[in-house]
């Protein structure tokens, strides 16, 4: 716990100094979440997509866009919040379109929400973009495996 104290403290000055940073944002959203701090981590994130999220943006700041709207779907999640997350991880694939992580993360809340036909495809694309990606593997073969009618 004190190590996160610590990086928090760091981030929290760091972006004080650089206002418009939006991965210190991101990292210090991070190490919110990691306390279970999740209100607070989704904020950071927020402050994060606000600083990108406008026209004229570098192809940098639509990265870092990308993996704030991924980090908020990922808490939203985990907070239960599945249309908010679906809207952000969905936001996500569409501005990095080669983010295995971000399908099989997005795939994981369709799943959550009963949409099974669109939870396959993500986790199918997140394969085609990574082969090896076992989490989407595991993912991908769990769903099909509870589909009635599915050969064990």
Known sequence: QGKYTEAEAQY?????????????LNNLGVVLRRQGRLDEAA????QAIALNDREGASKAEVQVL?????????????????A?????LQRATELAPTDSKAFNSHGVVLEQQGRVD????AYR?????????RKAQGNLNDLLARQPGHAS
């Open 66 to 82: 990308a993996k704030s709207l991924g980090l908020l779907g990922n808490t939203r999640a985990v907070q239960e919040r599945l």
């Open 118 to 121: 669109e939870a396959v495809a």
């Open 84 to 88: 908010e997350a679906d809207a952000s």
């Open 12 to 24: 929290r000055a760091a972006s004080g100094m650089k206002p418009s940073d939006a991965q210190c």
């Open 43 to 46: 904020e950071s994130y927020e």
């Open 125 to 133: 694309r997140a394969l085609a973009l990574n082969p090896d990606d």
